[in-house]
């Protein structure tokens, strides 16, 4: 059992929007900011892409976006592509015993 | 290059210890924070456990406290995992990564672990 909810699958078509949500609680996304977003293609090493919440690293694409209300954290891929078909995984601070938290991932399919 | 490589790893029985090690380079080791997530065949990335950037404060996931511990050696530009009582759960590839910006910045391969009898 995953601390943070994220839908299993998500689907869209070349070009389209999507948005992945990642649900968690007052304890961990609702009360702090470091809410981060990662894309792990099979067979490698994740890759950060979102980081407080909403910060794009450099070197990562404008179409990945993300943001924050209240308990739940949202990564919106624009204008997909085929490459974009991966695993996506957010994590947030907690404050309970275990201080970091991994959703349990998102498989998007590009149609 | 930021590069991040994990070694140590292999098959153990059930109960031993393993000790896995990160070398880092292309980056000033000592100005960052360090973790430990692993991630278990077919499974998601499970956070395992973390170090600031002198060793002094350190956290464990509960799945692991007071089985795994966590250290590093600046000098040396590497990160350990002493990993012991090993159960079949602990089967996972284990990942380092590099804290920046509130995030993992940068990622080794992994090193497989798999407890077997």
């Known amino acids: 059992h995953s601390a943070l909810t994220q839908p299993a699958s998500v689907s869209g078509s070349p070009g389209q929007s999507i948005t992945i949500s990642c649900t968690g609680t007052?304890?961990?996304?609702?009360?702090?900011?470091?809410v981060s977003w990662y894309q792990q293609h099979p067979g490698k090493a994740p890759k950060l892409l979102i980081y407080n919440a909403s910060n794009r690293p450099s070197g990562v694409s404008n179409r990945f976006s993300g943001s924050k209300s209240g308990n739940t954290a949202s990564l919106t891929i624009s204008g997909l592509q085929a490459e974009d078909e991966a695993e996506y995984y957010c994590n947030s601070y907690t404050s309970g015993s275990t201080p970091w938290v991994f959703g349990g991932g998102t498989k998007v399919t590009v149609l | 290059e930021v590069q991040l490589v994990e070694s140590g790893g292999g098959l153990v029985q059930p109960g031993r210890s393993l000790r896995l090690s990160c070398a880092a380079s292309?980056?000033?080791?000592?100005?960052?924070?360090m973790h430990w997530v692993r991630q278990a065949p077919g499974r998601a990335l499970e956070w395992v456990s973390g170090?600031?950037?002198?060793?002094?404060?350190?956290d464990y996931a509960d799945s692991v406290k007071g089985r795994f511990t966590i250290s590093r050696d600046n000098a040396k530009n590497s990160l350990y995992l002493q990993m012991n009582n090993l159960s079949t759960e602990d089967t996972a590839l284990y990942y380092c990564?590099?804290?920046?910006?509130?995030?993992?910045?940068?990622w080794g391969q992994g090193t497989l672990v798999t407890v077997s009898s």
């Open positions: 990564a590099r804290v920046e910006y509130g995030g993992y910045s940068q």
């Open positions: 170090v600031n950037w002198n060793g002094n404060n350190i």
């Open positions: 292309g980056f000033t080791f000592d100005n960052n924070a």
């Open positions: 007052s304890s961990d996304i609702g009360g702090y900011g470091y």
